[in-house]
């Protein structure tokens, strides 16, 4: 399918590197594509940022049909572009759409169409330190009826978003809240899935946790509530001695492409790095014997999170003396330095455009 591309007339002006924050900032030009039964994925254009016409009747506003994915671009020493790993997000887009009845998409030609909107907007990916384009692809049903079923007809969008560093003052530790009454999400639900109605079901817990001081919110399983499942964001890991675990995917857990980074990292390198079950009272017990070295979040947003206190029921566990533990470290230097070129990628992990 080829890609009309239509170039906008009124450039905007550039927002100040230092002023980017997260996700407030949209460039030039966004990529969309349409799907009808008839005619399946059709009319794939770039075309300047903008809003849509919705009709009140749109059967996503009503039933929530839509999913996403997250990933970035990033700017080498040399001028080189890279994106890291987009044909695993690609991938994730099928599974989601599977999981929401969307129709699946061609996994190449997104990666193609991303490629190309990512350079021609190239003047907007920023270039400080931890700095970053982040792309937003998502899908949402576009028919307008309100019987519930699967829309017939869907818009597949790419917006692209300039975004400052994550840490203002290096790898800070976050809190993190570890809830125990409300539930992200059970198996044979949509937890596995990049889909609006997970962050939607996630938010009122968030809130009051917030109320409390903490940042983010430690999701258990939603059965037992009992075993550990991740942050909502982020995915979730904990060095325990000398083993770095993280929960295994189990149908509930989103399974985040920088948590495949770690483990593939953290095996490379020597480390014992495992996927397995783990419950909250294991977490308790091994930190009253001094056991739990460092907790950390993984996700596209932040890379790692250094967890430096996890609150359960009332009892504050402080990690690692709140500090960035030696693994953190180890891993966000050495994944930033492959996404952006400065460390050896024996992974193949990058993938360069330019
Ligand atoms: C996107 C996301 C993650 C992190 O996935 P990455 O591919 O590493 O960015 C973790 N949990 C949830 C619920 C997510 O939506």
Redesign the pocket.
């Given at each position: 399918m080829e890609i009309k591309v239509t170039k906008t007339t009124t450039p905007k002006t550039k927002p100040d590197a230092s002023a980017l924050g997260f996700g407030k900032y949209f460039t030039d030009h966004m990529f969309v594509m349409d799907y009808s039964d008839e005619k399946g994925w059709y009319d794939a254009r770039i075309v300047p940022y903008g809003p849509f016409e919705i009709e009140p009747a749109c059967t996503t506003l009503h039933y929530g049909q839509a999913i996403f994915e997250?990933l970035k671009a990033y700017k080498g020493a040399n001028g080189e572009i890279f994106l890291y790993r987009p044909e695993r997000n690609m991938a994730r887009i099928n599974q989601s759409n599977d999981r929401l009845c969307i129709p699946q998409i061609d996994e190449a030609f997104a990666v193609e169409a991303i490629k190309q909107l990512v350079l021609l907007d190239q003047d907007w990916i920023p270039e400080g330190e931890g700095t970053s384009l982040y792309i937003r692809p998502f899908i949402f049903g576009t028919d307008n009826m309100l019987g519930v079923h699967p829309s017939h007809t869907y818009k597949f969008v790419v917006i692209l978003s300039p975004v400052g560093s994550y840490y203002k003052d290096g790898l800070a530790p976050v809190k993190i809240w570890v809830e125990d009454d409300y539930v992200r999400a059970v198996r044979g639900g949509m937890g596995f899935a990049?889909t609006a109605g997970?962050y939607a079901a996630s938010l009122k817990a968030q809130a009051v946790s917030s109320e409390k001081g903490y940042s983010q919110v430690l999701w258990l399983d939603g059965v037992e509530r009992k075993y550990i499942e991740?942050?909502?964001?982020?995915?979730i890991f904990f060095k325990i001695g000398d083993e770095v675990v993280t929960p295994e995917l189990n149908g509930s857990i989103?399974a985040?492409?920088?948590?495949d980074s770690v483990l593939k990292v953290l095996t490379a390198y020597g480390y014992n790095a495992s996927e397995r079950k783990v419950s909250i009272d294991e977490i308790v017990e091994a930190y009253k014997e001094g056991k739990l070295e460092e907790v950390f979040g993984?996700?596209?947003?932040a890379v790692i999170s250094p967890v430096g206190e996890l609150c359960f029921r009332g009892e504050k566990m402080i990690i690692n003396n709140n500090e960035i533990g030696k693994v953190s470290q180890f891993l966000y230097d050495t994944i930033t330095g492959i996404q952006k070129g400065t460390v050896e990628d024996k992974f193949g992990f990058t993938y360069r455009i330019k």
């Open positions: 997250g990049k997970n991740e942050v909502g964001a982020m995915n989103l985040g492409i920088t948590r993984t996700g596209t947003a």
